[in-house]
């Protein structure tokens, strides 16, 4: 996996401008510390930072058709189907340098223009230059995987995997206005698809191409859900989700560096675990490697209804059913405060915390032992595992399912601030547009349409800040993280499957969990859902306390600015917890979310309009 930037602009000749370019490229270096290149012209420049997965010694980028360049190429992704498009290309006449999936997305994109993406079986965001029409492609997947954005400047657009590449651009201003400070405190847990949370800066939605000419930008969608009636029978709607969920997990094992699974216990990764063992056995192959999380004193730790159960049972019992080689990464919670600033420097934006910076240290320890790792992700959102989907009052709710009920930051916001912003006015608008954007069956009422909604409320306002937080993360060690279940082929089927085959008898993921029962033991596939491990740890509470405490007596401390200062030493005084961006149960969430803006509005020099 890769980083990818460059700066597009009809005014300047960007061949005078390699030290800028070269210093957004190496903003990225994290995502790709085995190469870097950059390729300048007059109007266009595009840089490339590498992490080197397939075709090792190949593959170098930018990546131009020889020997007058058509099109020039930076690339961030994987195709799990370019074997046979290489097949098809070169069929086709097409003659190729490399043995590298980034060859066969240029020579795509010469054969079939716009219409390319359409083929692709994979995890992308990329940018592409026409150099004929000097045109800007901007591509990213139809499931959002890899992240992509872009600001409009004056005179053309800068772009990058991640914000920090924009704004190593004098061009660009980190700036929060109205919109921004609804997206930070009113939707963290239901982002706006295409905002970038700074003021000017876009995300290529998923499933689209940005296309930018001299006089007009515009995007197009390549990729949306279709709905229609689903006339499987039990039997093969099962056949097929296991079909279908083993062609990903084998195409996702395509890699020429060491690959592992990441392994909680739950019957998702458990799934992508054992399908993996089996693909390699049938190959010939190894034992799977497997990682998974835990904390000191997790065993110590009641249960609550966000985590059910302990992992470790879970992970022991399915690792020994599968035989995988384990490792359980056990995080004290001094590391997490050490790693926090790195996590913020790797989401550019105030995250989740000791969440992320635990997953931080995870994915840090995996990499010391692999380059690419396979994860459950997505398989909620799909098979409609999450508590919501399972709530008749959330259900009926006329908010997003898993805000109701729920306190955001934004109770937090200065009286003046609330008054511009209207967090309440912005989370109905966005959840009103959400609506208007669910493809819809004719005939559909009830129970049935509500769940179709939800179902794609899930998979375009649910899923995305989960796919950036697991990106963002593991690119920040160097480590390609997989999702075998947001494979497109995957996710268009289970879109149609009704409610009654994908939670049989009431039982949360019932679908998936019949289609794979027997590659797993019964405990592993019955387990109640249990979300991801929050630390126990009484230092980290009390290391952010003091924290809290220490913005309170600062009089410039940023964060009140936006924040009622009197609000937070009221609830510090009385013991309460500060609401928090997440919607799992976590009672220093928000104080977590507090303290990474106060951090996050200096860090990146944040101006406020």
Same mark, same amino acid.
Request: charged content about 25%; proline content about 7%; glycine content about 8%.
């Given at each position: 996996?890769?980083?990818?930037?460059?700066?597009?602009?009809?005014?300047?000749?960007?061949?005078?401008?390699?030290?800028?370019?070269?210093?957004?490229?190496?903003?990225?270096?994290?995502? +790709?510390?085995?190469?870097?290149?950059?390729?300048?012209?007059?109007?266009?420049?595009?840089?490339?930072?590498?992490?080197?997965?397939?075709?090792?010694?190949?593959?170098?980028?930018?990546?131009?058709?020889?020997?007058?360049?058509?099109?020039?190429?930076?690339?961030?992704?994987?195709?799990?189907?370019?074997?046979?498009?290489?097949?098809?290309?070169?069929?086709? @006449?097409?003659?190729?340098?490399?043995?590298?999936?980034?060859?066969?997305?240029?020579?795509?994109?010469?054969?079939?223009?716009?219409?390319?993406? =359409?083929?692709?079986?994979?995890?992308?965001?990329?940018?592409?230059?026409?150099?004929?029409?000097?045109?800007? !492609?901007?591509? *990213?997947?139809?499931?959002?995987?890899?992240?992509?954005?872009?600001?409009?400047?004056?005179?053309?657009? #800068?772009?990058?995997?991640?914000?920090?590449?924009?704004?190593?651009?004098?061009?660009?201003?980190?700036?929060?206005?109205?919109?921004?400070?609804?997206? !930070?405190?009113?939707?963290?847990?239901?982002?706006?698809?295409?905002?970038?949370?700074? =003021?000017?800066?876009?995300?290529?939605?998923? +499933?689209?191409?940005?296309?930018? @000419?001299?006089?007009?930008?515009?995007?197009?969608?390549?990729?949306?859900?279709?709905?229609?009636?689903?006339?499987?029978?039990?039997?093969?709607?099962?056949?097929?989700?296991?079909?279908?969920?083993?062609?990903?997990?084998?195409?996702?094992?395509?890699?020429?560096?060491?690959?592992?699974?990441?392994?909680?216990?739950?019957?998702?990764?458990?799934?992508?675990?054992?399908?993996?063992?089996?693909?390699?056995?049938?190959?010939?192959?190894?034992?799977?490697?497997?990682?998974?999380?835990?904390?000191?004193?997790?065993?110590?730790?009641?249960?609550?209804?966000?985590?059910?159960?302990?992992?470790?049972?879970?992970?022991?019992?399915?690792?020994?059913?599968?035989?995988? *080689?384990?490792?359980?990464?056990?995080?004290?919670?001094?590391?997490?405060?050490?790693?926090?600033?790195?996590?913020?420097?790797? =989401?550019?934006?105030? +995250?989740?915390?000791?969440?992320?910076?635990?997953?931080?240290?995870?994915?840090?320890?995996?990499?010391?032992?692999?380059?690419?790792?396979?994860?459950?992700?997505?398989?909620?959102?799909?098979?409609?595992?999450?508590?919501?989907?399972?709530?008749?009052?959330?259900?009926?709710?006329?908010?997003?399912?898993?805000?109701?009920?729920?306190?955001?930051?934004?109770? #937090?916001?200065?009286?003046?601030?609330?008054?511009?912003?209207?967090?309440?006015?912005?989370?109905?608008?966005?959840?009103?547009?959400?609506?208007?954007?669910?493809?819809?069956?004719?005939?559909?009422?009830?129970?049935?349409?509500?769940?179709?909604?939800?179902?794609?409320?899930?998979?375009?306002?649910?899923?995305?800040?989960?796919?950036?937080?697991?990106?963002?993360?593991?690119?920040?060690?160097? !480590?390609?993280?997989?999702?075998?279940?947001?494979?497109?082929?995957?996710?268009?089927?289970?879109?149609?499957?009704?409610?009654?085959?994908?939670?049989?008898?009431?039982?949360?993921?019932?679908?998936?969990?019949?289609?794979?029962?027997?590659?797993?033991?019964?405990?592993?596939?019955?387990?109640?859902?249990?979300?991801?491990?929050?630390?126990?740890?009484?230092?980290?509470?009390?290391? #952010?306390?003091? =924290?809290?405490?220490?913005?309170?007596?600062?009089?410039?401390?940023?964060?009140?600015?936006?924040?009622?200062?009197?609000?937070?030493?009221?609830?510090?005084?009385?013991?309460?917890?500060?609401?928090?961006?997440?919607?799992?149960?976590?009672?220093?969430?928000?104080?977590?979310? !507090?303290?990474?803006?106060?951090?996050?509005?200096?860090?990146?020099?944040?101006?406020?309009?």
């Amino acid at each position: 996996m890769c980083g990818i930037t460059g700066w597009v602009d009809w005014a300047t000749d960007l061949r005078t401008r390699e030290q800028t370019v070269r210093a957004m490229t190496e903003t990225l270096a994290c995502r +790709g510390p085995d190469a870097d290149g950059v390729w300048l012209s007059k109007y266009a420049a595009l840089g490339h930072r590498r992490l080197s997965v397939i075709d090792l010694d190949g593959g170098v980028q930018p990546l131009r058709d020889l020997p007058l360049p058509r099109a020039v190429l930076s690339y961030n992704g994987e195709l799990y189907n370019y074997r046979e498009l290489r097949a098809e290309l070169r069929s086709l @006449g097409h003659e190729f340098r490399t043995a590298s999936d980034t060859e066969v997305v240029l020579r795509a994109h010469l054969q079939w223009g716009e219409q390319a993406p =359409r083929r692709f079986n994979g995890i992308f965001a990329y940018a592409l230059w026409d150099t004929r029409r000097e045109e800007l !492609l901007l591509v *990213r997947d139809r499931l959002g995987i890899k992240p992509l954005y872009w600001h409009a400047h004056h005179s053309g657009v #800068l772009f990058g995997s991640e914000p920090k590449a924009v704004l190593a651009n004098p061009l660009f201003r980190a700036e929060l206005d109205a919109e921004g400070i609804a997206e !930070l405190f009113a939707l963290p847990a239901a982002p706006t698809a295409g905002h970038g949370l700074f =003021r000017g800066l876009h995300e290529v939605r998923p +499933g689209t191409v940005v296309t930018v @000419g001299r006089s007009v930008t515009r995007q197009s969608s390549y990729w949306a859900l279709e709905s229609h009636a689903h006339t499987d029978d039990p039997a093969t709607t099962r056949e097929t989700v296991r079909a279908l969920l083993a062609d990903s997990v084998e195409r996702q094992l395509l890699s020429d560096v060491p690959l592992c699974t990441l392994l909680s216990g739950g019957v998702d990764s458990s799934a992508i675990t054992a399908l993996a063992a089996g693909a390699r056995e049938r190959a010939g192959q190894g034992k799977v490697t497997s990682f998974s999380v835990d904390f000191p004193g997790s065993e110590e730790r009641t249960p609550d209804a966000w985590r059910t159960t302990l992992d470790a049972p879970y992970v022991q019992a399915a690792a020994e059913h599968i035989g995988t *080689r384990h490792t359980s990464v056990v995080v004290p919670d001094d590391d997490m405060l050490d790693a926090r600033d790195a996590v913020l420097r790797a =989401r550019d934006r105030p +995250g989740w915390g000791e969440m992320d910076a635990s997953l931080h240290l995870l994915f840090r320890e995996v990499r010391r032992h692999s380059t690419v790792a396979l994860s459950g992700e997505a398989a909620d959102e799909i098979f409609g595992g999450y508590p919501y989907f399972h709530d008749p009052v959330a259900l009926a709710a006329d908010t997003f399912p898993w805000l109701h009920g729920r306190t955001t930051p934004a109770a #937090l916001l200065r009286p003046e601030v609330r008054a511009e912003v209207r967090p309440d006015e912005y989370t109905a608008e966005a959840y009103r547009r959400s609506l208007a954007e669910v493809p819809r069956l004719d005939g559909e009422t009830g129970s049935d349409r509500r769940l179709r909604e939800v179902f794609h409320l899930a998979l375009t306002r649910w899923l995305p800040p989960l796919l950036d937080r697991v990106d963002r993360v593991s690119m920040s060690v160097g !480590l390609e993280v997989r999702v075998p279940f947001c494979d497109h082929r995957l996710v268009e089927y289970l879109w149609n499957v009704p409610w009654d085959l994908k939670s049989p008898g009431g039982r949360s993921k019932g679908l998936l969990r019949d289609a794979v029962r027997d590659l797993l033991p019964p405990q592993v596939t019955d387990r109640p859902k249990s979300g991801y491990p929050s630390t126990p740890a009484v230092r980290y509470s009390e290391v #952010l306390t003091a =924290r809290a405490h220490e913005l309170l007596a600062d009089p410039q401390a940023p964060v009140f600015d936006l924040v009622d200062r009197d609000v937070v030493r009221r609830a510090l005084a009385e013991g309460r917890p500060l609401p928090s961006p997440r919607t799992a149960p976590n009672p220093i969430g928000g104080l977590d979310h !507090l303290i990474q803006v106060d951090e996050w509005l200096r860090a990146y020099r944040v101006g406020l309009r």
